[in-house]
Antibody, heavy 119, light 102 residues
Framework: QVQLVQSGAEVKKPGASVKVSCKAS????????IHWVRQAPGQGLEWMGR????????NYAQKFQGRVTMTRDTSISTAYMELSRLQSDDTALYYC?????????????WGQGSLVTVS | VLAQSPGTLSLSPGERATLSCRAS???????LAWYQQRPGQPPRLLIY???TRATGIPDRFSGSGSGTDFTLTISRLEPEDFAVYYC?????FGQGTTLEIK
């Protein structure tokens, strides 16, 4: 079965960077874009960007341009999201999600979330 | 921008729920999705393409709409349906509707 397993919780100081991993299994990693979505405590969902695992191409939300980097390691079917220059309002649960297929923009499988606390 | 209404909906099990998602500009139905999020869990895809149920989603959930106005309907609420619901169009999510037990 399809699974996305994310790295554990992190506590970072303001100004630091964090790198979250998302290990995929149960499907061909290269065939489905991975997106990153975050959710601040008690708030809604915010799209951050996406990566095409096949070629590493990325698209980022304008809000995070210059501060986010999404990469992947196809040898271990793992996607990464690194966010730099952290501030307190970056405290959130960070999710990776897989598109349903093709050119879809909806997400049929999600990781469990990685809590990043900036304090 | 996707605006969801109401912000909170209070209903009883067995009742019908109607949730609205309104886009500020006309959007393609092909990319309109609905999610359910229960406390402590990631979102769960319910509907994609505005009206197609995702795999394993009960048929009491249905989606409709086009252009700027979309609706998620839950025909007969079960206890597990009380949660937060989000609509999405490509990179944009609505702010969510909380469905609570009356």
């Amino acid at each position: 079965q399809v699974q996305l397993v994310q790295s554990g919780a992190e506590v970072k100081k303001p100004g630091a960077s964090v790198k979250v991993s998302c290990k995929a299994s149960g499907y061909t990693f290269n065939d489905y874009h991975i997106h990153w979505v975050r959710q601040a405590p008690g708030q809604g969902l915010e799209w951050m960007g996406r990566i095409n695992p096949r070629n590493g191409a990325t698209n980022y939300a304008q809000k995070f341009q210059g501060r986010v980097t999404m990469t992947r390691d196809t040898s271990i079917s793992t996607a990464y999201m690194e966010l730099s220059r952290l501030q307190s309002d970056d405290t959130a649960l960070y999710y990776c999600a897989r598109i349903r297929g093709g050119i879809a923009y909806d997400f049929d499988h999600w990781g469990q979330g990685s809590l990043v606390t900036v304090s | 921008v996707l605006a969801q209404s109401p912000g909170t909906l209070s209903l009883s099990p067995g009742e019908r729920a109607t949730l609205s998602c309104r886009a500020s500009l006309s959007v393609s139905s092909n990319f309109l999705a609905w999610y359910q999020q229960r406390p402590g869990q990631p979102p769960r895809l319910l509907i994609y393409g505005a009206l197609t149920r995702a795999t394993g989603i009960p048929d009491r959930f249905s989606g409709s709409g086009s252009g700027t106005d979309f609706t998620l309907t839950i025909s007969r609420l079960e206890p597990e349906d009380f949660a937060v619901y989000y609509c999405q169009h490509t990179e944009t999510f609505g702010q969510g509707t909380t469905l609570e037990i009356k």
